[in-house]
């Protein structure tokens, strides 16, 4: 509260405590207290001295003996009538002036008690009041009232201003003639006028009273105050003296706090802030997500070091960063374990920032918890995803990688041995095609368990491939032992797995390198191993193979022929022989099988058992197969020319051409082109791959029937087809395999063979016997009615020219 003295010599009384009176005098405005009938009842001294009247004068007159309103003619208003009516009047001065003035009645309202007297307030007119300042300047305190550094105003109970300074009417935006006749009410939002009534009733009753309000100017600009208020009387007149501090600052700056207070409350990160005291650090809050993270409350941890949480032994180069920095009262970032409450880990990403006072000294920490565990848990998953077979949990190619480097790495650099082991599953794809793919998913699944089994937890299982798996070994005293440890998992991999009542039987094949001895580096290692895996399928599969120089000869030469094979097809360095098919009861040459030979640039003629498994293997089959029927419809065709046209040649079929989808059309647009009729091709299939894909396989012969062509099985005997399958393919010939004419058709061989014949007759097929090379053979051909032979009996595979010389000049077989 402000006191201001009566004169100047009161300027050193102490100041009034809260309730005291305050007196202030004299005043600017001139105030008259009336009753409802007029009676003057007080006033200020501002009153005496504007009028020139003194006290004796006006004691007991009436208002009407001092101001003389400018009324309309007739009966005069009441008090009560011109109560908050701004009204133009004279002063009636005690020197005789009449002074112009504007009168303002308002109802004392503040107090209780008050109910029928009226404040009358007398403003002078502009041109004859003096300026405001000049009211006060005579005044002890005049210029402490300006130059306060906040709003300063007296009101009377009417509630409104008797005197004010500057700062009050730029807070209002008002002009100063216009302050007095506005009620303060009017000088606030609506809904905080009765909180303002109530305050300024509280220092009328109990003599002071402060509050925060804001102001809202004539504008619209607001300012927020903090006022005080206190109880004085001028002269006879109770009224209200305050002040009010300009808080706009602080309440934003009290917003601001909330706001960011609001924001650490509802943060998702955990945040700790301590307090520096004695070196160490003592917790002073945590927010809720601290509390949910890390279970803890704050009631329990409160005043202890946020590092209770640590575990001991863990993460320790991350504590020492961090206890250096807050040593140097840094800022700092780590990524570290806790525990929680309930005994969890958790991973955080932690972020401390040091806080300083107003003089620079740092009296608190702040640190910002991220709880990263999922995160964590998500990139370990991602590795493991990235670095592991989804199928079967193995280690994948990438992982098998990096072990087998630095298994090989070490072995190099420490004198040891270690080995890798190549495995890859026997016939997978007729497990896959006749069990279904869950069936091959169960078995890959059930091997990769096997060899888990029986290798140790420093070695290394991988899956590279479909039905490809490594080993990779380390640390083994010989090759006995090596070869111990591979022949274990090898039947291991062998054993029967069961499936939907049925039982398959995986058998594997495997090449195995030892390292350093066969390479030096994890692509060498692999490289001898993948060799030595494909040596083991060529000598039989389900058995295993140790890498070795002539290996490595064998395969290179394997490479090379792979390499230069498709050169070899673009170049036209394959060629045709027929070999002859003779009609065995009249001896006449028939039909002829095309054999396809390469005729290599350097290397010389080549026989087809060692380029077609590559061809198999690379896709190669497909375009050979393609060229081999052109030349063969070239052949009838010239055939066809010379006035042969009942000549038959049969061409080989790989797997990999039947299964094509728009093989028969391809098929038709060469004999269209060539001219041929359909009936003198002959397709020959092996049994084998007919029971590869029985269904697909039917589908396929029933289009090529459609066309004309004829159809044979060949190999016949050494499959696995029924009966069933047999009588249902769309077949004209099928041919004795000529493993079953060997050793002088003595044993089994002569029964199997008198029983394919009478089965080929019984299903009227024609039966064809090839590999014929002695007249017994052909004797007991004969005895059984087999119908045609081919063999070097009667002649081996033959040119183009050789064979149409042949057939022109209607050579027969002579028995």
Known sequence: MIALPADASAAEAPAPQEGDTVNLSPMPLAVFVVDASGKLTSWNKACEKLAGYGLADIHGGTLDSIIEFDDPPGPAPSIAQRAEIEAAACLKCADGRRLAVRVLVAEQSFGPGQSGTFSVIVIPRAGQAPPRYALIQDLPVADLIEDLPCVFYVIDRSGHLLLWNHQLEEALEMASQDMPTSDVQAFFDERDRPMIVEKILRAFEDGWSSHEAEVVGKNGKRTAFLFHCARTNLGNLPCIVGTGLDISARRQAEHGLRVRERAIYSSINAIVITHCEGGGHRIEYVNPAFEEITGYKLAEIKGLDPRFMRIEHCDEHEHMRISAALERKESVRAVLRNQRKNGEIFWNDLRIDPVANLDGEVTHFVGVINDITEARHYERRLHHMAHHDPLTGLANRTLLQERLKSAVEFAVGNAARGALAFLDLDNFKHINDNFGHDAG???????????????????????VGGDEFVLVITNQASLDDIADLVERVRRSVNAPIAWERQHIIPGTSIGVSVFPDDGDSAEKVMRAADAAMYHAKTLGKNNFQFYSERLNQIVHEHLMLEASLGRAIRERELVLGYQP??????????GAEALVRWQHPTQGLILPDRFIPVAEETGLIVPMGEWVIDEACAALKTLGALGIDDFVI?????????????????????LARQGVHPGSLELEVTESHLMDQ??????????????????????????YSSLSHLQKFPVDFIKIDRSFLGNGLVDGHAVITRAIIALGHNLKMKVIAEGVETREQLSFLREHDCDQMQGFYFSPALSQERLQRMVCSGARMQY
């Open 694 to 719: 029985p269904a697909d396989a039917m589908e396929a012969l029933a289009q090529l029937k459609a066309l004309g062509v004829r159809l044979s099985i060949d190999d016949f005997g050494t499959g």
């Open 650 to 670: 049969s061409v080989n079929l790989s797997a990999r051409q039947l299964r094509q989808r728009d093989f028969a059309e391809r098929l038709a647009r060469t």
């Open 441 to 463: 998913d169960h078995v890959l699944r059930e091997v990769a368990g096997r060899l888990r089994e029986n290798m140790r937890d420093e070695d290394t299982v991988a899956r």
């Open 581 to 590: 098919k003779v009609d065995i009861k009249s001896g006449r040459v028939v």
